[in-house]
């Protein structure tokens, strides 16, 4: 099938989706995923002058959030590979390699942490470059379909949070939701997964999370690299 084909019978078929789901579809403007970002916003008008860092600031898809943060005194742009956006290049396990120490009044991510091959130990470098009593915001996914392969590691349930910010880690969470619902359909015939499409699943995870103190130093610890474990490299071309 060539291209234009391809590309022909998809039109068709989101087409087609989109007229059988239009009466079960919302509009996300009040979506709890988005909610949580603007709360987040919110948050860095209420600094003055703040200090802002974005991890996976390269503009591949178009979209951007350094618009967002007028009133920063700073905003930092890092990501692993060089591009628009980014003014710092550096892998986010090791951020405080690239990094001032407690540094930074705010530090966000969107659709990155499932990018992270330790998303843990990221933590614990935010953490590091973040002040106490500063603020981070993490948007990444519940359930989405493959990409940026092979560097696509995990999925992100809103419990799954409390095991990355807690009282150890140095944080302390202050808003946490799933949104952007939508309905699975089993291509299988395992008769468990039949009944999936009644239920609702989201595609989207947020959290707000504030920093209380330095990490258990003593307790947590994570000495292994990634290129001790992948010998991949994160694709440049793609889109998140």
């Not at 930074?104 to 933590?123: R, T, Y």
């Not at 807690?166 to 039949?194: H, M, Q, W």
Request: aromatic share 12%; glycine share 8%; charged share 20%.
């Amino acid at each position: 099938m060539s291209s234009s084909v391809r590309k022909l019978a998809a039109k068709v078929y989101f087409k087609i989706m989109d007229v059988m789901h239009r009466p079960f579809v919302k509009s996300s403007a009040d979506d709890p995923y988005h909610a949580i970002f603007t709360e987040f916003v919110s948050l860095s008008r209420e600094a003055p002058c703040p200090s802002i860092l974005e991890i996976g600031s390269r503009n591949v898809t178009g979209v951007t959030y350094r618009d967002q943060f007028p009133g920063a005194e700073e905003y930092v742009g890092f990501d692993l590979l060089a591009g628009d956006g980014v003014d710092v290049v550096g892998d986010a396990h090791r951020l405080s390699e690239s990094l001032p120490s407690e540094h930074f009044d705010l530090v966000f991510s969107i659709s990155v942490f499932e990018h992270l091959l330790f998303p843990w130990k990221a933590v614990l470098e935010i953490n590091k470059v973040l002040k106490t009593g500063g603020y981070v915001f993490v948007a990444t996914h519940v359930v989405w379909p493959a990409h940026e392969l092979p560097w696509d590691f995990w999925r992100f349930p809103s419990s799954g949070f409390h095991a990355l910010f807690n009282k150890y880690t140095g944080f302390e969470i202050v808003s946490l939701a799933e949104g952007l619902p939508c309905t699975t359909y089993s291509l299988v015939d395992d008769a468990p997964t039949r009944g999936n499409c009644f239920g609702t699943t989201n595609q989207g995870v947020s959290v707000i999370a504030r920093k209380t103190g330095n990490y258990r130093s003593d307790l947590l610890k994570w000495d292994i690299d990634v290129s001790d474990v992948v010998d991949t490299m994160y694709p440049s071309g793609q889109s998140g």
